[in-house]
């Protein structure tokens, strides 16, 4: 338990002296949520519907851009040969650099994401429920999106295939998202399926992510 | 099963299988086709248009069954290490893609008289859609990755992992209020489809497999001799 927290703070660490971490997702994320109103035009009625969903396409987007960086680093300086031949199974190492992508870069989004939402003319009453939604989904979008880095680790243009792998995978989290961030009687049978997928990837992806990752590391 | 691990054996069982199975293949679908587009009556509601169901409803059962024996596969592969079964799953994936577009081409050429749209987004459609991007990214995997045995283990995983979607599309219309007709041939009770139209759904499915057996065996065919050749080139740059 000791190792897994040593290895959130040293994923903490450096995305915080790195720089460029929360920072740049966020700032792609406000970008989507700008150019949405140029694309569809500024008819408040409008934006009103489609605020919650296109709030969640926009976190869904900033969380895959930033996916790729999990393993990438720690797979070409040979820190993840040596994580591997630790004492930490590969499995705990994936869902401790899972936990560390949210606490850098998903939570922080899922936070701040309802209040771009005056941008676009969100009705404050789901500001709430899209909330909660976002916080519990976006543990489900990290952990999918550590996934698609382990799927892709070693290859030079992974991104792109990350997003053809994983966004799929996405839809189910958007759907019932979606549905939650809506204040109306949907909202608590929707959450308690985000929580069920939330806690079948906390079981089922760091498996298979551990299982793509020793076939990169053979 | 681990008898066919040799692919010299397995090349002898396919150039037998081959000629019997598109023998019957043609012999099905001539049969299928004549009774569903002449003997089978028009629905009393959808009329004429009925026909269509005759092409889709085997396509996507298709579509399911194909990824369904990927995913099979890919298990084999992982737990038994049968060198085939990797080279099998990867020959289904272009096959279930095009079953899976022919079901989405032919549902939305019924729809548009039906339904009044080409498409709508309802569960039905779009976990089908879903499972075509599914093929699409299994196919990007082996496409990206360049060390054939590398390749095979990463999509494997992504084969199993896409599994999940398989028991959503065929649950779709049961969870969610869908525009999509429910089952009526695979559904507790036995099927309430007419046996007029039943027979012809039936012999039709029975043609696609045997077409989806016919092209998988060539595929793999074709996979191990470009293995063969990608040996010999390895072997024709050493030995320079």
Redesign the interface.
């Known amino acids: 338990m000791k190792l897994i927290w040593a290895l959130i703070r040293r994923d903490l660490t450096l995305a915080t002296r790195q720089g460029g971490g929360a920072g740049t997702a966020i700032g792609f994320f406000v970008t989507v949520i700008v150019l949405l109103p140029l694309g569809l035009g500024p008819d408040q009625a409008l934006l009103q519907r489609i605020a919650p969903g296109a709030l969640w396409i926009a976190l869904l987007l900033s969380v895959l851009l930033s996916a790729e960086r999990i393993f990438q680093a720690d797979y070409e300086d040979g820190s993840l040969d040596a994580m591997a031949l630790g004492v930490v199974p590969l499995e705990l190492v994936v869902l401790a650099k899972a936990m560390a992508h949210w606490l850098t870069t998903s939570l922080p989004l899922a936070v701040v994401a309802p209040l771009f939402g005056f941008l676009i003319n969100l009705d404050p009453q789901d500001i709430l429920p899209l909330w909660l939604a976002m916080i519990l989904g976006s543990i489900f979008l990290s952990l999918l999106a550590a996934l698609g880095a382990a799927i892709t680790v070693a290859l030079r243009r992974g991104g792109l295939l990350v997003s053809l792998l994983i966004l799929p995978f996405y839809v189910p989290c958007l759907i019932f998202g979606v549905a939650a961030s809506r204040a109306s009687e949907l909202v608590q049978p929707s959450l308690l399926i985000l929580t069920a997928l939330v806690l079948a990837s906390f079981v089922l992806v760091p498996v298979a992510a551990a299982a793509a990752l020793r076939a990169y590391l053979k | 099963m681990q008898k066919f691990a040799n692919p010299a054996r397995f090349l002898k069982l396919a150039e037998t299988l081959l000629p019997p199975i598109w023998g019957v293949t043609i012999l099905a679908f001539a049969a299928g086709l004549y009774m569903s587009l002449v003997t089978a009556p028009p629905d009393y509601q959808q009329g004429e248009t009925v026909r269509i169901m005759f092409v889709h409803v085997p396509a996507a059962w298709m579509a399911l069954m194909v990824y369904t024996s990927m995913a099979a596969a890919s298990v084999m592969a992982a737990i038994f290490r049968h060198p085939l079964a990797d080279m099998a799953a990867k020959a289904a994936a272009p096959i279930g893609a095009m079953f899976c577009l022919l079901a989405l081409i032919t549902g939305s050429l019924w729809g548009k008289p039906m339904w009044g749209a080409w498409w709508v987004w309802d569960a039905r459609l ?1 976990s089908v859609f ?1 499972l075509l ?2 093929y ?2 299994y196919m ?2 082996w496409q ?2 360049e060390d054939p045995h ?1 390749a095979a ?2 999509a494997r ?2 084969a ?3 599994f999940i ?1 398989v028991p ?1 599309v065929k649950f779709s219309v049961d969870w969610w209020n869908s525009l999509h007709q429910g089952a009526s041939v695979f559904r507790m009770g036995g099927p309430t489809i007419d046996a007029r139209m039943l027979w012809p759904l039936l012999i039709m499915a029975l043609a696609y497999t045997l077409l989806f057996v016919g092209l998988l065996l060539i595929a793999m065919r074709s996979e191990i001799a470009q293995r063969k050749l990608r040996q010999l080139r390895l072997a024709g740059i050493e030995g320079r």
């Open positions: 779009t879903v991007l599914l699409l990214g990007a995997v990206a990755i590398r283990l990463i995983i992504v199993i992992a896409g979607n959503i």
